[in-house]
């Protein structure tokens, strides 16, 4: 238990945040338009950590970690123009090179971003409040990701680096890329989340409209020299200001092919909308998520504690395949609670870069003013903050609150908390638990904690056309990145893991000819001589 006053005793003082790590202002006065580095001087915009300093006169503020160009529709436009002309309606350098030498132009890109590790994790570790490790293991993850991409386009261009003949026809089907993509990442994973959709989108020969997150932007301010060197001009644009400004008039002008969102479900119907062609844009979607945890009364009690207190608090809570919500049987919601509960005690609050550290800020203000109005609004409707010093808050820093019982009508019944919440509800009958599924807007992923294989092999059948993973005895998570990771109802478009993400920014093309002599010795011709990119039969080692 922690009281208000102990939370904000472990913010740092003023003067020992240099023996922190603070890192060196990154103030940003430049913008990455058709492969030039653009000097900024206009407005911009401070950004504040989610960290705060204790100040001698004993109040909290958000230590200030730089700024960046805020820029507005004119510069958009720009960028927008310079990867609509990189693509040049699939006739640029980009789209139009072998698969082979877009690879070679990631794997130098790869080797850049690896020489910049530190720097970026410091900036991921100040900038969104996540723990030292968790920031070093984004950044690792994140790498890996790129190389099992690369391994994952070679055995897919290997595959298809052959003529096929059916009735009559020679054929050669490969994947080629769609366009314009605008990538927006999530602020939660900053890294990872973008990269999951930028890197397969790029390395398919699609060109790039970038507007990084709003918590987490610095961070790619270390990449953008790599970006400009690795790629053909244009290939990758960066915007920056308001998304509610910018981000319509993207899409209103028709230009964009692909939008990939991390975000909620209500801006992505929103922003689907504004393209005039509906019908011509792919939409690759994450987004909300309200995962439940379904707790059966033979369950292993220890086992399920501790893959619910990891699976609703990893990150404060702030992750899309966090358990959302825990439905647990009524003949043993109290040993659970009690047993949650302690365990809960025991995890360790403070700054990211304390050993040990499993609790750390919020992004911002806000987001803890919006965890505070989500428990009283529960309380005010029955429920009860169950553990000690739960919803306490100082600063930046929301102590986990353990929420029971949560019933229809409350906001945490359906709205996706997305922070250091556990609310629990108790159920009787298997059907009631199910129908928290069925009925639910979101469709992403559901956990089961139980020992009978009857009862979990009767449970898997039904949720599985309810949500996209049935996790058995184990929480919700993302990983591996060679799994299908997708949703339901409102929770995502698109399937992204390591090889379907290069399906989803791409489609097959194919040539066709009559399989006579002629048309043998022209296929023969153009493949001897390398007359095309696209038919070819190399190899790629």
Known sequence: MLTSQQLKELFPEENRLKDCGLPPPV??????????????????????????????DGSLEQVELGSYPVGGIPEAKVALDA????????????????????????????????????????????????????????????????????????????????????????GQIRRTPLGVVLCMGPYNYPLNETFATLIPALI??????????????????????????????????????????????LLESGKVNVLTLIGSSRVADHLKKMHPKVNRLRAILGLDAKNAAIVLPDANIELAVKECL????????????????????????DKFLARFTEEL???KAGMPWDKGVTLTPLPELGKVEHMTRLVADATEKGARVINEGGGASSGTLFYPAVVYPVKEGMLLYREEQFGPIVPVMAFDDIDAALDYVITSEHGQQVSIFSEDAETI???????????????????????????????????????????????SFSIRSMIAAKQTDDSKRLLDDIVREHKSNFINTGFIL
């Open 457 to 503: 092999g009767r449970l898997v059948d039904p949720l599985v056309n309810q949500v996209c993973r049935v996790n058995i005895n184990c929480q919700c998570q993302r990983g591996p990145d060679v799994f299908p990771f997708t949703g339901r109802k409102d929770s995502a478009e698109g399937t992204l893991s390591v090889t379907d993400a290069l399906r």
């Open 27 to 56: 103030h940003q006065r430049e913008t990455l338009v058709n492969g030039e580095l653009r000097p900024w001087t206009g407005a911009v915009e401070t950004v504040r950590s989610a960290i705060c300093v204790r100040k001698p």
């Open 83 to 170: 990867a609509v002309a990189a693509y040049d309606s699939g006739r640029g350098e980009w789209p139009t090179m072998t698969v082979a030498q877009r690879i070679a132009c990631m794997q130098d890109f790869t080797r850049q971003m690896v020489a910049r590790r530190e720097q970026i994790v410091n900036l991921i570790m100040w900038e969104i409040g996540k723990t030292l490790p968790d920031s070093q293991k984004e950044f690792d993850r994140t790498v890996e990701y790129m190389k099992a991409t690369i391994e994952a386009l070679k055995h897919l261009d290997n595959d298809n680096s052959r003529f096929t003949i059916v009735e009559g026809t020679i």
């Open 345 to 347: 005690a025991k995890l």
């Open 204 to 249: 398919m020969g699609n060109t790039m409209v970038f507007k990084p997150p709003k918590f987490g932007v610095l961070l790619f301010q270390p990449l953008l020299e790599a970006f400009r060197s690795a790629f053909p001009k244009g290939v990758i644009n960066t915007v920056y200001g308001k998304g509610s400004e910018v981000v319509p008039m």
């Open 310 to 333: 990891l699976g609703s608090l990893s990150f404060n809570g702030q992750r899309c395949t966090a358990l959302k919500m825990l439905i647990v049987h009524r003949s043993i919601v």
